[in-house]
């Protein structure tokens, strides 16, 4: 079974900060997920990447395979960026459910 | 529509009733599944169906009963529930097996 590990496991940060998430995990994966979880539940995909990197306004992934770790970096950081951030990954093989990490707390003060 | 809605928000029931969750979507997709989260944890996964038909099942026990009528909709029948079982239970759809995930809102469930 996938092994999937955050760090921090909680952040604190002032506004306009430049924050990095990381995650590892320990086998081969088809794809990896960022997620966002506001207090109250909602969960929302932030991406799903299998290689390289993507942008989605102020929201950078990037994902090495060789290395199986990924990064969320998050420019310009802003109060309502206050969330869980979680890390999951799809091991493959067909119809599988995610495997999560334990999740990164940040707070962005202004 | 792009969303995936789960009812009831909230539920309260007691170690002998016998309740069900609901989770609907009308984006296609095909694959569906139904996560548990306690407090402060991540989500675990509990079954997926894909092609309305069940696919895994993450050993959970019987008193939770998964069922895929259609495409569109996912329940979760709960019977002899305890205590412990309280939790956040979330469900999810992908356009196709290990797809980007939608989640719902989530149900609260309280077992007294």
């Known amino acids: 079974k996938n092994e999937v590990e955050q760090s921090p496991q909680n952040l604190t940060a002032q506004e306009g900060e430049f924050i990095t998430i990381n995650c590892s995990y320990s086998v081969g994966i088809s794809a990896l997920h960022w997620l966002q979880q506001h207090p109250g539940g909602g969960i929302v995909s932030l991406f799903m990447?299998?290689?390289g990197k993507k942008k989605h306004g102020r929201l950078i992934a990037t994902i090495n395979i060789q290395e199986k770790h990924s990064s969320l970096h998050i420019t310009a950081s802003h109060p309502r960026d206050s969330a869980v951030y979680i890390c999951?990954?799809?091991?493959?093989?067909?119809?599988?459910?995610?495997?999560f990490g334990k999740g990164t707390h940040l707070i962005i003060q202004p | 529509d792009t969303e995936v809605t789960q009812t009831p928000k909230h539920l309260v029931m007691g170690m002998t009733n016998k309740k069900s969750l609901k989770c609907e979507q009308h984006?296609?997709?095909?694959?569906m599944y139904w996560y548990k989260q306690k407090a402060k944890k991540p989500p675990e996964l509990m079954f997926v169906?894909?092609?309305?038909?069940?696919?895994i099942n993450e050993s959970v026990p019987s008193r939770f009963s998964p069922e895929c009528p259609n495409s569109s909709l996912l329940n979760l029948h709960l019977h002899a529930l305890q205590p412990e079982d309280s939790a956040l239970y979330l469900c999810?759809?992908?356009?196709?097996?290990?797809?980007?995930?939608?989640f719902g809102p989530g149900t609260r469930l309280t077992v007294l």
């Open positions: 999810a759809s992908s356009q196709e097996w290990g797809g980007e995930q939608f």
């Open positions: 990447l299998s290689s």
């Open positions: 999951a990954v799809n091991s493959g093989g067909g119809a599988d459910g995610l495997t």
């Open positions: 169906y894909s092609y309305e038909k069940l696919s």
């Open positions: 984006m296609g997709h095909r694959a």
